[in-house]
């Protein structure tokens, strides 16, 4: 299975910015994969995921606790997003764990 994680990332990134409707402010940038730095950008991708997770959660509450401009299905995509985004990323993480335990087992 070959990820492309620089899509992948972006598409976290692009997620994360229009559940805040901050989506306008990554498109008038624009940075070539050469110039950012990868602990940046995980982190970036890590941030969003959280941010999507804790949408989520505010989104669940207000539904409990009987908010009516809140519906079921935006609760219930919401949580799916924030599952996806969390299950992607920890095949990542499993997926970069596997790549450093096959660099350091290569003989010197």
Not at 22 to 35: A, G, N
Not at 50 to 60: A, C, D, K, P
Request: overall charge negative; aromatic content about 4%; glycine content about 4%.
């Amino acid at each position: 299975m070959n990820l492309n994680t620089s899509a992948l990332f972006n598409d976290l990134q692009m997620q994360g910015l229009k559940s805040k409707g901050l989506d306008s402010e990554l498109s008038s940038q624009s940075v070539s994969p050469s110039q950012t730095d990868f602990s940046k950008m995980l982190k970036q991708a890590i941030d969003n995921v959280n941010g999507l997770q804790q949408n989520t959660s505010e989104l669940r509450n207000r539904f409990e606790m009987g908010d009516k401009e809140v519906s079921l299905g935006e609760v219930m995509i919401a949580s799916n997003k924030s599952s996806l985004a969390f299950d992607a990323t920890v095949q990542i993480r499993n997926k970069m764990v596997e790549a450093y335990k096959e660099v350091m087992s290569m003989p010197v």
